[in-house]
């Protein structure tokens, strides 16, 4: 098999650097992908400064794939070369404990991510095992597809698991990659929405997306009016706030939930959670099932993400870029 070519980060926090390998034998469970297009999720700039201290040098970034699958294991049944696919943070689990048995590969402990300690998706081709690689319906173009493999699937879950309908609440928290897909998916659901935003210059898009009212979170008045509201909140916010305010937004019985990652332990009162039976939660990703599920959700309801194309070889520009919040609403790398 041909060398695999993608630009990679040697060091935490360094630019990345052109850089090939072998990728051996395909194996007989693991499809190959041509990639054409990969978004940048928050999550690879984490990895690329070591945040999470996982991360093993040098490695390819990059979950949000989509691509033609190039080549498939004899063992592969289902995907064939030629066949237009995605492929997100996971790409492998053990296949038989009980959240697996479950299909709830997302909770498995033995999860391998695309791009920890394996080599992710700014590159020509990527390889996974076919259970996390999953078609693209064709209604979606592969562009704002890609950024649905994680960013998509990521907000779509816990408005799933927390029974999202149209007689909901719903509050995001950052208009990011993941929150403008936020948005999108609980107005589908038929909630309305509020955006929480430290970007006053996002209003007139947050409500294009679909959100009915914008709390500018950098006016602390402008939080406190919307106290007891929410019966759902997500987090998708990458720095640390006042997450006490967030508690009091909460309607009795509603739930915080945190996908975004915080530099620093979150401090909470309990008797905001104990007098109004509140909760504060977390959630990774979603299943592969999940996964399918939320692209036809996509497919049919109109969601997409709202994205920036940059050639491949720009990726450091396009990194910079997000780093600075600059991005509407995600960068994604196109071959
Ligand atoms: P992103 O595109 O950079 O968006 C993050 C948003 O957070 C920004 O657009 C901004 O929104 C807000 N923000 C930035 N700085 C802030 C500050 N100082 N205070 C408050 N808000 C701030 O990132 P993303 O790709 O959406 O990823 C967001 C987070 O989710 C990352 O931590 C990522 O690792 C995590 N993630 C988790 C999962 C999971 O499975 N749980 C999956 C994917 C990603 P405003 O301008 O609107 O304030
Ligand atoms: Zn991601």
Same mark, same amino acid.
């Given at each position: 098999? %041909? =060398?695999? =070519? /993608?630009?990679? %980060?040697?060091?935490?926090?360094?630019?990345?650097?052109?850089?090939?390998y072998?990728?051996?034998?395909?194996?007989?469970?693991d499809v190959?992908i041509?990639?054409?297009?990969? +978004?940048?999720?928050?999550?690879?700039l984490?990895?690329?400064?070591?945040?999470?201290?996982?991360s093993?040098?040098?490695?390819?970034?990059?979950? *949000?794939?989509?691509g033609a699958?190039?080549?498939a294991? @004899?063992?592969? !049944?289902?995907?064939?070369?030629g066949?237009r696919v995605?492929?997100?943070w996971q790409?492998? @689990?053990?296949?038989?404990?009980?959240?697996?048995?479950q299909?709830?590969?997302?909770?498995?402990?033995?999860?391998?991510?695309?791009?920890?300690?394996?080599?992710g998706?700014?590159?020509?081709?990527?390889? $996974?095992?076919?259970r996390f690689?999953v078609?693209?319906?064709e209604?979606?173009?592969?562009?704002?597809? $890609?950024?649905?493999?994680?960013?998509?699937?990521t907000?779509?879950?816990?408005?799933?698991?927390?029974g999202?309908? %149209?007689?909901?609440r719903? #509050?995001?928290? +950052?208009?990011?990659?993941?929150?403008?897909?936020?948005?999108?998916?609980?107005?589908?659901? +038929?909630?309305?929405?509020?955006?929480f &935003?430290?970007s006053?210059?996002?209003?007139?898009?947050?409500?294009?997306?679909g959100?009915?009212?914008?709390?500018?979170?950098?006016?602390?008045?402008?939080?406190?009016?919307v106290?007891g509201?929410?019966?759902?909140?997500?987090?998708?916010?990458? %720095?640390? =706030?006042?997450?006490?305010?967030?508690?009091?937004?909460?309607?009795p019985? #509603?739930?915080?939930?945190?996908?975004?990652?915080?530099? !620093?332990?979150v401090?909470l009162?309990v008797?905001?959670?104990?007098? #109004?039976?509140r909760?504060v939660? /977390? @959630?990774?990703?979603? &299943?592969?099932?999940?996964?399918?599920?939320?692209?036809d959700?996509?497919?049919?309801? #109109?969601?997409?993400?709202?994205?920036?194309?940059?050639?491949? $070889?720009?990726?450091?520009?396009?990194? *910079?870029?997000? !780093?600075?919040?600059?991005v509407?609403?995600?960068?994604?790398?196109?071959n």
């Amino acid at each position: 098999m %041909a =060398q695999i =070519q /993608g630009l990679a %980060a040697h060091a935490a926090g360094a630019e990345l650097l052109k850089f090939h390998y072998e990728p051996g034998e395909l194996a007989p469970q693991d499809v190959e992908i041509a990639i054409t297009h990969c +978004g940048i999720c928050h999550s690879d700039l984490h990895l690329i400064a070591n945040d999470w201290g996982v991360s093993q040098f040098p490695f390819i970034p990059g979950h *949000e794939i989509v691509g033609a699958v190039s080549a498939a294991g @004899s063992l592969v !049944k289902g995907l064939g070369v030629g066949d237009r696919v995605g492929l997100g943070w996971q790409s492998n @689990s053990c296949g038989v404990c009980e959240w697996c048995m479950q299909g709830r590969e997302n909770l498995c402990a033995q999860i391998e991510a695309t791009c920890v300690g394996r080599h992710g998706g700014y590159a020509d081709r990527v390889r $996974a095992n076919a259970r996390f690689v999953v078609p693209i319906p064709e209604a979606l173009e592969s562009e704002n597809a $890609a950024p649905l493999l994680c960013a998509g699937i990521t907000v779509y879950s816990p408005l799933r698991d927390y029974g999202v309908s %149209a007689a909901s609440r719903v #509050g995001v928290i +950052g208009i990011g990659g993941l929150g403008h897909i936020a948005i999108q998916f609980a107005r589908a659901f +038929g909630a309305e929405v509020t955006a929480f &935003s430290t970007s006053a210059e996002k209003e007139e898009e947050a409500r294009k997306l679909g959100a009915s009212h914008f709390v500018n979170t950098r006016e602390t008045r402008a939080l406190k009016d919307v106290a007891g509201q929410f019966d759902l909140i997500i987090s998708t916010a990458n %720095a640390d =706030q006042d997450w006490s305010v967030y508690v009091q937004a909460l309607r009795p019985t #509603g739930t915080l939930v945190f996908v975004g990652v915080l530099p !620093k332990p979150v401090s909470l009162g309990v008797f905001p959670l104990i007098s #109004g039976q509140r909760a504060v939660a /977390g @959630s990774p990703i979603g &299943s592969p099932a999940r996964i399918r599920e939320m692209l036809d959700v996509a497919a049919r309801h #109109g969601v997409k993400a709202q994205t920036e194309a940059v050639p491949m $070889a720009k990726a450091n520009e396009a990194i *910079e870029k997000v !780093k600075k919040n600059k991005v509407r609403y995600r960068a994604v790398l196109a071959n």
